[in-house]
């Protein structure tokens, strides 16, 4: 028997390496695509952009590879399902070349946006209704053509995060589901209700359903494209929900959730709006629930890699990511009842599990 196991394990580490080498190869063709169709990072007329800390490409390296194989470990131990079933299927490629069409052909004009500084041309689309939309969100974020604002946004982001990243963004994503299967499962997941906060176009909350699919789970996004791409994502699990509305003026009742999540919110929030999100998190969660971070690295994470955490906001739209990189989360969070619990580093990104302080926690 234990020879068995150690057969099906190995073959199950053949599977997952080919599936992400494929997918490594197939995001990464066309994130260097992109880059060539690009006009430089630096801007003409402008000096060369040098960080303060020098970029290691190697500690990049190893960062990356270590990442799948926490990735692999968590499949192991039971955290999720194995990604390999679901990561480039032949029946999904019609639609991941549409993709990849449409992201190369966007291309051009994010270029053009990023050469002109043009990150806020977003104010004046149609959608984007300033009664509404508060001002910092009506932004081309990374860029990106209409910001949040549209269908074909939301149609082609995850695409181009995942090109971004060279494949690895799912894979950051599941270190944050992993913290989460850990908490929900100290209870029967049907009693449990969680919230993502800002969950984009639902790609993690499906992730989330299939490892836990008797899970009660809410989304919550400002876009409303995106909002509706969500529902679309997890309209197989008649027990999740998408609601529009801002993190920082939830739409709920105190102490309506066990377990709070964000996935790659905060470094795209003004300061001021920062703790305002953290006190509504407070408000929302029951005591001894757990509020699970996922954003980017900080300086000082990995020492090794600041250098091309200085780079990122140089070369995209990311108003807000240069101060938070040196943003302080303990203070405010203790201000509103949280106390750390656990940290963990995956690639370029940062997982933290916090605790709302007070009884209840099973």
């Not at 990072?41 to 190893?62: I, S, Y």
């Not at 860029?143 to 963004?169: C, P, R």
Request: aromatic share 12%; proline share 6%.
């Amino acid at each position: 028997m234990g020879v068995l196991k150690n057969a099906m394990r190995t073959a199950g580490r053949a599977r997952y390496t080919a599936a992400q080498g494929l997918r490594a190869a197939w995001y990464g063709g066309q994130y260097a695509l992109a880059r060539r169709q690009s006009a430089g990072f630096n801007r003409p007329g402008e000096p060369v952009f040098k960080p303060d800390n020098k970029p290691d490409t190697k500690a990049l390296r190893a960062a990356y590879f270590d990442l799948f194989r926490q990735d692999r470990a968590n499949v192991e131990a039971g955290l999720y399902p194995d990604p390999v079933g679901r990561d480039m299927r032949l029946r999904d490629l019609p639609k991941s070349v549409r993709r990849a069409r449409a992201f190369l052909k966007d291309v051009s004009e994010v270029d053009q946006r990023r050469l002109d500084r043009n990150g806020t041309e977003v104010r004046g689309h149609d959608a984007a209704d300033p009664k509404r939309f508060p001002t910092y969100y009506r932004q081309n974020f990374h860029y990106q053509t209409d910001g949040w604002l549209s269908e074909d946004s939301a149609e082609i982001y995850d695409h181009q995060v995942e090109a971004l990243f060279t494949g690895a963004a799912d894979a950051m994503r599941r270190a944050a589901l992993a913290e989460l299967v850990r908490e929900v499962r100290r209870v029967d997941q049907r009693h449990a209700h969680v919230l993502d906060l800002a969950c984009g176009t639902g790609r993690f909350m499906a992730q989330t359903l299939r490892a836990m699919p008797r899970l009660g789970l809410t989304g919550l996004d400002l876009s409303p494209p995106y909002a509706e791409a969500a529902r679309k994502a997890v309209r197989r699990w008649p027990q999740a929900d998408v609601v529009e509305g801002m993190a920082e003026a939830l739409p709920f009742e105190d102490e309506s959730f066990d377990h709070l999540i964000s996935i790659y919110l905060f470094h795209e929030l003004p300061p001021r709006i920062r703790p305002k999100v953290v006190a509504e998190a407070a408000r929302v969660l029951k005591p001894g629930g757990s509020f699970i971070i996922a954003d980017s690295l900080q300086f000082g994470d990995d020492p090794g890699l600041d250098g091309f955490l200085e780079y990122f906001p140089e070369g995209f739209h990311e108003p807000y990511y240069k101060g938070y990189l040196s943003w302080a989360f303990d203070p405010h969070m203790a201000k509103s009842g949280f106390s750390p619990e656990r940290l963990n580093l995956a690639f370029l990104t940062k997982v933290r599990v916090w605790r709302k302080d007070g009884a209840g926690h099973a």
